[in-house]
């Protein structure tokens, strides 16, 4: 085998968008980002009004398989709280 093909590759990295929406309360998004993607508060406000003024921002960077965990669990928390806050993840460049 070449010596390229056995070399170890770090794995392909996923980021967690999270997308504006204009029901959801912002205190709620501040409360997910802190407690799904261990953010301080200061921290969890600046991405929640990025996203808020943006539509879009950058909750985290994970390996496929956490992004997808982190999507879901997202999700699962809008639903029980009745929000209609969605993410998605995308792969990183
Ligand atoms: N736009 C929402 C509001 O004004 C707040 C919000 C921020 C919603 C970020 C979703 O991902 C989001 N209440």
Request: aromatic share 6%.
């Given at each position: 085998?070449e010596r ?9 990295m ?15 998004v501040?409360?997910v980002l802190q407690?799904?993607?261990?953010k301080?508060?200061e921290?969890?406000?600046q ?8 539509g879009?921002g950058?909750c ?9 965990t982190?999507?879901?669990?997202v ?11 969605q993410a998605?993840l995308e792969?990183?460049?």
């Open positions: 085998m390229r093909a056995q070399r170890v590759q770090p794995p392909k996923y980021q967690v968008v999270m997308l504006n929406d204009d029901y959801t309360p912002m205190e709620f501040i409360a407690e799904l993607f261990s301080d508060r921290t969890a406000t991405i929640m009004l990025k996203i808020h003024l943006d879009r950058i985290g960077v994970f390996p496929r398989d956490i992004a997808a982190k999507v879901d669990q999700h699962q928390a809008a639903l029980k709280a009745g929000h209609p806050l998605t792969p990183v460049e």
